[in-house]
């Protein structure tokens, strides 16, 4: 992707440098013995990370704890303090990194004023927070491992930029355009805010059944990739910033975080009563509808039976 030399965002926050410790007892101590034993597996030898995924696990199973509890973290209770990591330094390439994602929410900002202006909407940017480790947020503390999400709330993207490595690493999606995708998709989180569409989603939870939520949930993860297509239609109408082989990054990507592909990772069989997000293909295709069509009433995936989605 070609991107030096434009306008960057001013809705970045750089929270780089500072983590956040403690928070009280229960579930936030739990998230912190999760960045411990995070921390710990991500410096062990071959032989230290399997010794401690089986003390996990037996530890787990032992005291009956939902081993995702370990990676938890909510606030209130008791008060979380924010430190600063004495020995952080950005490195040429996460100082890169960081000016690339104030380019890209830049992007994103001109792209998105233009179209919702076109409809005759109003467009209000998203912020965004760069943390390492964990960061504090009006919902909880966000932890790296999470990856990047956005919060409604206060209408935030929050990401550690290491998960990009571990895109790279663990599902073998990487390039500069993958990770544009990634943060399209997010921005996309908020276009439907702001259309009103996520307030709609959200009130339907308790009242209908899991299942049926999760059908909703998928619906909603669709139309923000068909978004993040549509981004880089405009991007590239604007800006001519697609180079050879981007938009295969970005497909290769919706691939390798398809909810299918994640679980056949992690548990090794897929349960598609599970997926919220929807699958390798159904993300391709929905990134790919948004490229060519570049029109947001293009991208109802609320209108699609579910089944073809
Ligand atoms: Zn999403």
Redesign the pocket.
Known sequence: MRWKGRKQSSNVEDRRGTTVRGGGGGPVAGGAIGSLLFALFRRGSGKTKLILIVGVIAACFMFKINPISLFMSTPGGGSSQVVSQKDYQPTAAEQEMFEYLKTLKGDNETIWAKIMAAEGLTYRPAKMVVYTQRTSTPGGIADAQMGP??LPANETIYIDPSFFSELEQRFKAKGDFAQAYVIA??V??HIQKLLGLTDKVHGQQGRISKTEYNRLSVR??LQ?DFLAGVFAHHGQEKFNFLENGDIEEAMRCAEAIGDDRIQQHSHGHVQPDLFT?GTSEQRKRWFMRGYQSGRIRDGNTFDVPYNEL
């Open positions: 999400f956005y998709h997010e996309g989180h909603l993860e923000a997000h």
